[in-house]
């Protein structure tokens, strides 16, 4: 079954392939500049994302507190909100008059009084606004902000090859895959087996790319371990045996764990992403 958000990307990605500003800014309005100042690579910390997980703390902090009956705790955590709440019109001045300073402000009043029902009815109020923002924007700026850019990724060859841009070395991949079916249906297993082994090299030179960000083995393995490994080792074997029955269903399975998989996460963010910046 497909997801309501796999849904949302289909209809977005529809929209972007309109190829007009029109039909872009109609379907996915994008945030003020000034928010890229509190994402990577600007700044050390993803600040925005932090100040947002705040927020959403505090206001359930207020929430329970106040159902609890425990009004000095209430307080405290009110304050805390509002501090977070008026830094947003700091870091993004677009957006200062968005804010809701009257129930903001009725938040606080209902606190001080410990009037349970008044601070539910602001904390309500206060939500709305809140999501409201983050119909139109949150996911197009998790895509601008929090894609990572592998346009800027250089990936070394090996063994003592040059350093190429991602793209390039995309290519040869998509490139080696399509000469080694070529070359089985063709029966030139030669010419298949050294594809084979240039292929296992760019996969090599592509997981020391990817451990750059993904820190943790599990990742390389996923995409590049096991059963990646064992799926070239049976393509190896069907092309020397000749059986090319085992040569495609092998190569197959090792595009779906090296490619496909990799793609599924990465690809469709990062191409939206590469469309929505100027």
């Given at each position: 079954m497909v997801s309501k958000r796999g849904i949302w990307l289909?209809?977005?990605?529809?929209?972007?392939?309109?190829?007009?500003?029109g039909a872009t800014e109609k379907w996915l309005p994008l945030?003020?500049?000034?928010?890229?100042?509190?994402?990577?690579?600007?700044?050390?910390?993803?600040?925005?994302?932090?100040?947002?997980?705040?927020?959403?703390?505090?206001?359930?902090?207020?929430?329970?507190?106040?159902a609890a009956d425990e009004p000095a705790l209430a307080r405290q955590w009110t304050e805390r909100f509002s501090e977070h709440y008026l830094?947003?019109?700091?870091?993004?001045?677009?957006?200062?008059?968005?804010?809701?300073?009257?129930?903001?402000?009725?938040?606080?009043?209902?606190?001080?009084?410990?009037?349970?029902?008044?601070?539910?009815?602001?904390?309500?109020?206060?939500?709305q606004g809140c999501k409201s923002c983050h119909r139109e924007y949150?996911?197009?700026?998790?895509?601008?902000?929090?894609?990572?850019?592998?346009?800027k990724i250089q990936i070394k060859k090996s063994p003592?090859?040059?350093?190429v841009p991602y793209a390039e070395a995309?290519?040869?991949?998509?490139?080696?895959?399509?000469?080694?079916?070529?070359a089985t249906d063709d029966n030139r297993e030669q010419l298949a087996l050294a594809s084979l082994q240039q292929l296992r090299h760019r996969l090599d030179d592509l997981g020391t790319s990817c451990a750059d960000c993904h820190k943790d083995p599990a990742s390389r393995e996923r995409y590049l371990g096991k059963l990646t490994n064992e799926a070239l080792q049976d393509l190896e074997r069907g092309l020397k045996q000749g059986d090319k029955k085992l040569a495609g269903r092998s190569l197959g399975s090792a595009a779906v764990y090296a490619c496909a998989r990799c793609h599924a996460v990465h690809r469709t963010p990062y191409d939206m992403r590469d469309r929505l910046l100027p």
């Open positions: 289909a209809v977005v990605f529809i929209a972007l392939l309109a190829g007009s500003a945030p003020p500049a000034s928010i890229a100042q509190w994402y990577k690579p600007h700044n050390e910390r993803q600040v925005w994302l932090h100040t947002m997980f705040s927020l959403r703390r505090e206001m359930q902090a207020v929430a329970e507190y106040a830094k947003i019109a700091e870091m993004v001045p677009e957006w200062r008059d968005e804010l809701d300073y009257q129930w903001l402000e009725r938040l606080r009043s209902a606190a001080q009084a410990g009037d349970r029902e008044a601070v539910a009815l602001a904390l309500r109020k206060l939500g949150r996911a197009v700026t998790a895509l601008l902000y929090r894609t990572p850019d592998f346009g003592g090859g040059p350093t995309m290519e040869e991949l998509s490139t080696l895959v399509n000469r080694i079916k070529i």
